[in-house]
T-cell receptor, first 109, second 114 residues
């Protein structure tokens, strides 16, 4: 069965602190992993994809197949990072996304 | 390019009624996926259409159905509404191409069933 687990509903940090949003997955095969973000009053949008290995807005995520994890990290959080973050996976084709329950990141000044 | 649009944005229906939601994808996108978002279950995949054909389907009862038109616009229909169908319904479109992976989401339709 395909499953994505985000154990934290809320993560609250101060500006400048490191951030790690946890994501674990279950998938029998080679999944595609994504992080989607929803800022206040905006649409859900793609933040990054594991295969691109890019840093987007200072965020990175490494796929660890041994631990079946895809944690999202940022060394220094900014107030504008406050948002809802969803980890998602898909199989071949990308159109069917399985989402985690999301983690709300709150960055305080 | 204009983004994904969904109509109506808000809807209130009574148990037992049916409802139709509409989604217009980004111009040139031929794949449309639908998701249901609730506080209890989060974001769940309903189905996906490509070139007027349903390609993928989630684990929802047959009361949930959809279709896609030749201009790629999509509709989803929920018949015999139940209180538990109250949710935000999101659609997303994806470009055509082997490596087109990004889903572009609409603002959603908020359905309330009373």
């Amino acid at each position: 069965a395909q499953r994505v687990t985000q154990p934290e509903k809320l993560l609250s940090v101060f500006k400048g602190a490191p951030v790690e949003l946890k994501c674990n997955y279950s998938y029998s095969g080679s999944p595609e992993l994504f992080w989607y973000v929803q800022y206040s009053r905006q649409r859900l949008q793609l933040l990054l994809r594991h295969i691109s290995r890019e840093s987007i807005k200072g965020f990175t995520a490494d796929l660890n197949k041994g631990e079946t994890s895809f944690h999202l990290k940022k060394p220094f959080a900014q107030e504008e990072d406050s948002a809802m973050y969803y980890c998602a996976l898909s199989g071949i084709g990308f159109q069917k996304l399985v989402f985690g329950t999301g983690t709300r990141l709150l960055v305080s000044p | 390019k204009a983004g994904v649009t969904q109509t109506p944005r808000y809807l209130i229906k009574t148990r037992g009624q049916q409802v139709t939601l509409s989604c217009s994808p980004i111009s040139g996108h031929r794949s449309v996926s639908w998701y249901q978002q609730t506080p209890g279950q989060g974001l769940q995949f309903l189905f996906e259409y490509f070139s007027e054909t349903q390609r993928n389907k989630g684990n929802f009862p047959g009361r949930f159905s959809g279709r896609q038109f030749s201009n790629s616009r999509s509709e989803m229909n929920v018949s015999t509404l139940e209180l538990g169908d109250s949710a935000l319904y999101l659609c997303a479109s994806t470009a055509t191409g082997a490596d087109s992976y990004e889903q572009y989401f609409g603002p959603g339709t908020r359905l309330t069933v009373t």
